[in-house]
């Protein structure tokens, strides 16, 4: 029988796979060269007026982040998780 991971190896794990659905999003709904424009240079006010660059970098929660970026860009529901093979991450609670 396997070791089970250790809970450091677990949650590096859950946070990669939140940033890889980060920018997932961000290339399919934004587009692969707009997308990660606007990560790097638009300021959010929801965040601080901080990039979404910088606010994952200060280890704001990728979802938190989407949620910016997408009200900022006033991106609509039925547009703002792609295709359905996506699963709308829900709002960090304030």
Do not use: C, K
Not at 71 to 83: M, T
């Amino acid at each position: 029988m396997e070791p089970s991971p250790s809970p450091a190896w677990a949650l590096w794990q859950a946070g990669w796979v939140r940033y890889r659905e980060f920018d997932d999003l961000v290339t399919e709904v934004l587009g692969a060269v707009q997308g990660p424009v606007q990560v790097r240079t638009l300021h959010l006010g929801a965040l601080a007026d901080r990039t979404a660059a910088q606010a994952l970098a200060d280890g704001v929660e990728p979802a938190a982040v989407w949620h910016a970026l997408a009200d900022e860009l006033g991106i609509d529901d039925a547009h703002r998780w792609g295709g359905p093979h996506h699963n709308a991450p829900r709002r960090p609670r304030t």
